[in-house]
């Protein structure tokens, strides 16, 4: 990194570290925004997209149905921007099987991700979000995975320099490099400053705040980008602007990864508060969109289901089967059977009945431990809408 690539709008000071490399260190926030009626337009309809989403999950019957998948698939989305390959299906396999795909190892990383989510939405019910709850976050999400080796410490902030460049480059040659060690920790408690302290600045615009400010500060040697990620659906559950964790940029982010990198260090480089936060709102929209549809498919398809099981007699087993997949949408017998508790045979005799509706079908060479997969629930959680 070169202070000729910064300009005099830069949104930091550059410092030279006595090693005898350049380091970026962000101003505290918030900065200077030029607003435009483009700009007003843009969090209008941001913040009219979380409220749209907050009314319809409301009215779902039951929107714990529907947090996990959305869930898993923000952890693949999001990982797969670090570099992972896993899929939908490979997670929710490997979450039925307790094996990762054959040759697929960061399938745990993915689930690592879940957890970390699960972990930092309920430490919200006595924690706020700190510094310590992040930290506790990323020992979750670090745990035995890829760059848990690396860290030495998962959950504990970076006590040596990291920087972001194509690989085996060096300090010099990184396109950013963070605040040095001794400067991290004074950002860290000026961004937990400001996520504190009240502000008249909308709430769409303090999230897009926050993550570039998280993603500048870089304070973990591995995770960094997935912990700021999960920073955004955090501050939205708990300025309780939505009634449940339903809203990921992860996807938008994955699909505009060059223009998501180019933002954020345009901000560091030039200042470029303003091109941000217009990505970043949009994202926030077009999130809230898909979210909404995705929903309603799914309650749609939840809702026929249990409409053919109905007008076929069925009990109340196959029902609650019906509810789990919306949760899992991969199931073995045992887990059916410890779900309704019943024995073994009740437990594949309903299954069956699923197999027999349609619902579920048989993943292929599966000799021992079978598992079935709720297809139409795959369809619309893998379906590719932006729009």
Known sequence: MQPIDFTERKSGRLVNHARGYWAFVPDRLPPALELSWKLMAEI??????????????????NPHLLIRPFMSREAVLSSRIEGTQASLSDLFYF?????PPVGLSDVREVRNYVRALE???KRLEEL?????????????????????????????????QN??????????DAKFVPPPPEEMIDALSDLERFLHEPSDLPL????ALVHYQFEAIHPFLDGNGRIGRLLITLLLYAEKALPQPMLYLSAYFERN????YRHLLAVSQGGCWTEWVSFFLRGVTEQAHDAIRRSEKLLRLWQSYRSKLQSARSSALPLKLVDQLFSQPYLTVGQAKDLLDVTHRAADLNVKKLVEAGILHEEPLQIYNRIFVARGVMAVL????TN
């Open 95 to 99: 979450e039925a099987s307790k094996k």
């Open 257 to 260: 990864r060059t223009e998501y």
């Open 119 to 121: 972990f930092g939405l």
């Open 204 to 207: 769409v615009i303090r999230l």
């Open 128 to 160: 706020p979000i700190s510094k310590r709850l992040l930290k506790e976050m990323h020992a979750e999400l670090m745990q035995h995975v890829r760059g848990g080796q690396q860290t030495l410490t998962p959950g504990e902030f970076r006590t040596t």
């Open 44 to 61: 209008s309809s941001a913040e009219r997209g979380i409220s749209e989403l907050a009314g319809v999950t409301r009215t779902l019957p």
């Open 382 to 385: 893998d379906a590719n809408e």
């Open 163 to 172: 920087w972001i460049g194509p690989a085996n480059c060096t300090l010099n």
